[in-house]
């Protein structure tokens, strides 16, 4: 029976060690990857790729990319979050190509004030946002917004580096999607933040360009693969109401 979720956030643990002798069912890890794109994204953008490991020969490079550690060694798959800021241009046309379809064929001049937005938005300040070369576009938008900000509240984060913040945030949340839904089919996971980057690309033959957000080794729990008690800062320490 599947888990609620908040019988799967409970459940989830970051697991080190994977039994040997129980296969994960592959069209069910598909299952919980297809509920990871349904995270929120950034303006909707989708700059991520989920890379799906079965095969023995690549586990194989990604466990020495990761270090030997054993929630690798012992991982019956492995999911790989992949950020593709890259792709911002072919993203954004998608998103353009969807709105056009959904407002149907219409004469410009008919579209409502929110549709022009809507079109505006992917055509113009996308392209503002993300466009950048070698970083100076970036620091000139930020000087350029930060005198706008003396006199309204504007949108800040436009530099290069603050644009992969943002992506890489959409990918995580892509990532704990997936976590909880294997959680709530009696999988378990654990995301490791100890990796050669460089080597997990050549394994999965990715461009330069990309960058990993997570390496989430996937099985079903040994006794011995949880390494001890759940411990979280006390809650009234970190919850502030206001």
């Excluded at 809507?118 to 000139?140: E, M, N, Q, R, S």
């Excluded at 378990?188 to 050669?196: A, K, L, V």
């Amino acid at each position: 029976m599947e888990k609620t979720v908040t019988q799967a956030i409970q459940h989830r643990r970051s697991v080190r060690i994977f039994k040997s002798d129980i296969e994960l069912d592959s069209n069910i890890v598909k299952q919980c990857i297809e509920n990871a794109v349904l995270a929120p994204t950034s303006s909707n953008m989708q700059l991520w790729e989920f890379y799906h490991i079965t095969k023995k020969d690549v586990l194989k490079k990604l466990t020495k990319a990761c270090l030997g550690q054993n929630a690798a060694k012992t991982s019956q798959q492995i999911v790989v979050v992949v950020v593709r800021k890259d792709l911002w241009r072919k993203r954004a046309k998608s998103n353009l190509s969807f709105l056009e379809s959904s407002f149907g064929e219409k004469p410009k001049e008919e579209y409502t004030a929110r549709e022009k937005f809507a079109l505006a938005y992917y055509k113009k300040l996308i392209p503002t946002v993300y466009f950048d070369f070698l970083g100076v576009f970036g620091w000139l938008k930020y000087i350029i917004f930060q005198i706008v900000g003396f006199f309204k509240p504007t949108y800040r984060q436009v530099r290069k580096s603050d644009m992969r913040i943002v992506a890489h945030k959409s990918a995580g949340l892509a990532a704990q999607n997936f976590m909880i839904s294997m959680a709530a089919k009696g999988y378990d996971t654990c995301p490791m933040e100890g990796s050669d980057t460089l080597l997990v690309k050549r394994a999965l033959g990715l461009p330069r360009s990309s960058e990993i957000n997570m390496v989430i080794g996937c099985g079903v729990r040994d006794e011995k693969g949880i390494y001890g008690s759940r411990f979280r800062i006390p809650f009234e320490e970190v919850y502030k109401q206001l």
